[in-house]
């Protein structure tokens, strides 16, 4: 091979350890923190910062990736941001191989030449000589997948459609897709949580146009990601999220860190009958089941044993999981549309819920008996058409609707709860709008509204037949 095309690596030793022996472990060690993946995703978005940083969020990224044979290596996209050298579209350099300590990474050439005939796209190599995006993710990639090739694609200055569009017409059954990017920076720990929180909301949600307004230097990489996802019709699921202050960095000036995991939605089927209502099962009950079992490393509850026990939990729903400490919110985490079966959707929020909003430390174990648990169940969202600021809050109910704003590719939603709260529908609205990351007057300037309701279900309120 000649050595001229082989792309060296420009950070290790600083981002990584540069000896072999020592990042291989340090990768494993990662690694063996995370639980295990049932599913194999089908694209990860990772972070990229110092191992030391967000090596273990990455690692999340990686876990559920099952090794390649060396017959049949895997192609891998892999997408990141050019950081050093400003760029308008896209390069996918001129290389054989990018090298690690952990050895050659063959540059898949077929894949480079289909990209590279795209418009917007060049060979260019300065953009990869010193960028970080890219190499940060092989060696995770070297010790889980083992036998793969790559397809670098350094972007810069272009729109994320216009990504989307090389990636849905490059990509094949059987390839991996890698979005490289760290989320807020330098910001106090409080705000960078505050706008993560608007990332990772419009990441679960494919939202490629509230993306676009979110604070992330892979910002146009994801909205690809979120495009292909909508087109492919896959759905996203959070790994991890966390930050440089959780890790080894002070609070006053953090870094933001997600991994998520990219997952084929369930295929269609002919239209099913309108589903029979929810029992009354104690839901809450079922979440706290599985939480107690989860949080002290044993076998969580399993959403196929509860469909096949009470029916309507096999059918598409969406829910919100309430989390509270001595009347104090302490996690909430829902679906706004249904998307996967009731049961998945219940123990999926519950989990993150406990272990994933940013706002909140992870619940342990230990945290649960002074914890109670409120499920939310909702009708599908509908658009709530009005003239005016003043229409609006004439025809709002409170304690009735619950109600999601859009505006300027930001969302945010209150529950019917929060009414009890916020009983004052200009309050409340104020308050929707500021949570959005907006001004507190944007409801009176044309923002999208939807509502919806919900069947609130608390422990100790299931009746007979119940789960308890």
Known sequence: MNTERVRSPAVAGMFYPGDATVLRTMVEGLLAQVPPVAEEPLAVIAPHAGFVYSGLTAAHAYKGLRRAPAEAPRRVWLIGPSHRVWLRGASVGDYDAYVTPLGLVAVDQAGVALVASRPGITRDEAPHRLEHSLETQLPFLQVTLGHFSIVPIVYGEMGGDQLAEVLAACWQPGDLIVISTDLSHFHTYEEAKKRDAQSHAAILACDSKAMSGCEACGSIGVQAMLAMARRRQWRPELADLRNSGDTAGDKQRVVGYASYLFYPEPPASAPAPVPAPVPTIGLPELVRAHLTATLSGQPGLSPAALAAQWGALAGPGACFVTLT?????????????????????????????????????????????????????????????????????????PGIHGVILTKQGRRATFLPQVWEQLPDPVDFLSHLCRKAGLDGACWRQGAEIQVYTVEKRVEGAQGAGGAG
């Open 325 to 397: 400490e001595r009347g104090a919110l302490r996690g909430c985490i829902g679906s706004l549309v249904a998307h996967r079966s009731l049961a998945e959707d219940l123990l999926g929020n519950g989990m993150a819920a406990a272990t994933q909003d940013p706002r909140f430390p992870p619940v342990r174990a230990q945290d649960l008996a002074g914890i109670a648990i409120e499920v939310s169940l909702l009708s599908a969202p509908q658009p709530f058409p009005h003239r005016d600021g003043e229409e609006l809050i004439r025809l709002l109910k």
